[in-house]
């Protein structure tokens, strides 16, 4: 038997200047980003959004039996413009993870990979959504 349910997810964007816009939650949390000299750019916060999105999962799994000592995860794409248009492909994710060298450590880092690919296969709406496609609409108010 499926089980499917339908959550709606939402921020709003306001722009705080020239190029540089801060995305709040429902809760009041907030993140600025944009053009310019320390932001993120909307690319880069995608690959923070898809590598974070996973990290989460390999974390939560992971740290049930230890903390890391190391936790690092790379996200890199390539943009690219055909035509005049834009996208980024070939989005690929390098996790560089480090346990203690004990009983505990070696299960935890026994459990990433098989994380990673579930986190990939089922669990991480960013990276499934990216990579199944979602629709964009656009209305102006």
Do not use: W
């Amino acid at each position: 038997m499926s089980e499917n349910s339908k959550e709606q997810r939402q921020i709003s964007l306001e722009r705080v200047s020239s190029g540089r816009y801060r995305a709040t939650n429902q809760a009041g949390d907030s993140i600025e980003f944009g053009r310019g000299e320390g932001l993120l750019t909307p690319v880069e916060l995608l690959l923070a959004a898809i590598a974070g999105c996973s990290s989460i999962d390999v974390d939560a799994a992971t740290t049930r039996r230890t903390e890391p000592e190391r936790f690092t995860v790379t996200a890199q794409g390539d943009k690219i413009t055909e035509d005049g248009a834009s996208r980024v492909d070939d989005i690929r994710m390098s996790f560089d993870l480090a346990f203690p060298d004990t009983e505990e450590g070696r299960k935890a880092a026994g459990m990433v990979e098989r994380i990673v690919k579930l986190s990939h296969d089922k669990y991480c709406t960013v990276s499934r959504t990216v990579e199944l496609g979602a629709s964009v609409t656009s209305t102006v108010l």
